[in-house]
C-alpha cells in the first residue's frame, strides 16, 4: 500500500526555518499533484501549499505566501516544504498527501486520496 512519510518536523524559533519532506515509501504511483496543510490544537486543518505535477505552479494560502516555498522532485515522488521566517502561529502538525486527480482544485483535502502521518512543528517566540 501507499504510505506517505513526513519528516523534517521540529522546534525553531520564531524567524527561523524548517524543511518538511514527503516521500512514498510504500507501493509505487504516480501523483498528478501534492498538497500540504496543517493542523494546530482546536482548529480544523487548513490548507497551506500545493503543486500540480505537471507544470509545478505552486499555490499557497495567503498565511504562508512569501515564506514557504514548496517543490517537488518527480523522479524520487516526493515532495517538500520550506519554510522560512516562522511564526508562533505557523505551529501545528503538518500532513502531506497526494492526488491521482486531474483538473481539480487543490486547495481543499476532497482531491487528495493519500495521507501521511503528519510532523509536528513548533515555532517558539
Known amino acids: 500500500q501507499v504510505q506517505l512519510v513526513e519528516s523534517g518536523g521540529g522546534l525553531v524559533q520564531a524567524g527561523g526555518s524548517l524543511r518538511l519532506s514527503c516521500a512514498n515509501s510504500g507501493r509505487s504511483f504516480s501523483s498528478t499533484g501534492w498538497g500540504w496543510f496543517r493542523q494546530a490544537p482546536g482548529k480544523e486543518r487548513e490548507f497551506v501549499a500545493a503543486m500540480r505535477r505537471i507544470d509545478a505552479i505552486p499555490y499557497y494560502a495567503d498565511s504562508v505566501k512569501g515564506r514557504f516555498i514548496i517543490s517537488q522532485d518527480s523522479a524520487k515522488n516526493a515532495v517538500y516544504l520550506q519554510m522560512n521566517s516562522l511564526k508562533p502561529e505557523d505551529t501545528a502538525v503538518y500532513y502531506c498527501?497526494?492526488?491521482?486527480?486531474?483538473?481539480?482544485?487543490?486547495?481543499?483535502?476532497?482531491?487528495?486520496?493519500?495521507w501521511g502521518q503528519g510532523t509536528q512543528v513548533t515555532v517558539s517566540s
Open positions: 498527501a497526494a492526488t491521482l486527480r486531474t483538473g481539480q482544485r487543490l486547495d481543499t483535502s476532497s482531491p487528495y486520496v493519500y
